[in-house]
């Protein structure tokens, strides 16, 4: 799909001591990918034998930016009552590989249990997917009269993506 060129005969004129195999249309796309390769064999001469270089091995190679990855927004609330909250993320563009990122949660509320359920991760997106939550679970309606308590994650560290501008939440 990013090129042209279909098995064929490579046929020399007589007298002639080169040719070539043209891979034609090359896509530039904008698709973040890894780089990829084009393998072409010589085989089954006729009135010639093979060399030893029958083999090449052409490289495309990939000329778009990595994605970026943000949180949609840099604060939210809710009551304690709502029981969890989603913190959505998306990358700037869909890429071709798979896409970490690691997040840290930290904030005055107590955690392990305690007030919620979310502990520090890797966020994973496969490859062509742009959005995603991270769930703050099992939050407490608690009977305690307590001040508002903050939950903030951290987007760092990320792989195949760089982070944009919104890495907390």
């Known amino acids: 799909t990013d090129y042209t060129l279909i098995n064929g005969t490579l046929t020399l004129t007589a007298g002639a001591t080169t040719g ?3 891979i034609a249309s090359i896509i530039d796309d904008a ?5 990829e390769t ?10 010639a034998t093979l060399g030893t270089n029958t083999t ?5 190679t990939d000329n778009d930016n990595a994605p970026t990855i943000v949180f949609d927004d840099t604060r939210s ?8 909250a989603n913190l959505a993320y998306t990358l700037s563009a869909a ?19 305690t007030d919620y359920t979310l502990s520090n991760g890797t966020l994973t997106l496969t490859a062509g997917a742009t959005t995603g939550n991270i769930t703050i679970a099992s939050i407490i ?6 001040g508002n308590e903050t939950v903030v994650v951290t987007l760092s560290n990320p792989n195949n993506a760089t982070l944009g501008t919104n890495t907390a939440h």
């Open 20 to 22: 070539n195999i043209t």
């Open 141 to 146: 309606d608690d009977a305690f009269d307590e």
């Open 95 to 113: 890429s071709g590989r798979e896409v970490t990122v690691d997040y840290a949660v930290t904030g005055t509320a107590t955690g392990s249990g």
């Open 31 to 35: 698709f973040d990918e890894s780089n």
């Open 38 to 47: 084009v393998v072409v064999t010589l085989s089954n001469p006729n009135n």
């Open 56 to 60: 090449h091995t052409y490289t495309i």
């Open 77 to 84: 609330s809710g009551l304690e009552s709502v029981r969890s």
